[in-house]
């Protein structure tokens, strides 16, 4: 079965950096989009970042786009997420995820995170000002 687990959050200060990583184990040949979900409080999930797992375009939220870049390195079983010019809004509950439908821009888009299936536990990010 597939088993995600995130490592990496924390505290930083707004213009800050956090790096998140995901290992990953029992994908199946039909998983095929990976990506980052958030959930800030009294909030719905929403999609931050998605990569199919054999590469190609990369999907992110308008809200992340030009601070945060998604990359994988496959051979390990790793996802990760570099979060740079942090603000406080970015503040919210991480999670990998992963989906047996191919990344599009519903990978981000879709309410709640519905375009994946499968999550980790999360890593909490807070910025302060």
């Known amino acids: 079965r597939v088993q995600l687990v995130e490592s990496g959050g924390g505290s930083v200060q707004a213009g800050g950096s956090l790096r998140l990583s995901c290992a990953a184990s029992?994908?199946?040949?039909?998983?095929?989009?990976v990506g980052w979900v958030r959930q800030a409080p009294g909030k719905e999930r929403e999609g931050v970042a998605a990569v199919g797992r054999a590469g190609g375009i990369e999907y992110y939220s308008d809200s992340v786009k030009g601070r945060f870049t998604i990359d994988q390195d496959n051979a390990k079983n790793m996802l990760y997420l570099q979060m740079n010019e942090l603000k406080p809004e970015d503040t919210a509950m991480y999670f990998c995820?992963?989906?047996?439908?191919?990344?599009?821009?519903?990978?981000?888009?879709?309410?709640?995170?519905?375009?994946?299936?499968?999550w980790g536990q999360g890593v909490q990010v807070t910025v302060s000002s």
């Open positions: 029992g994908f199946a040949y039909t998983t095929y989009c």
């Open positions: 995820a992963a989906s047996e439908r191919f990344c599009n821009s519903d990978s981000v888009l879709a309410l709640g995170g519905s375009h994946f299936m499968y």
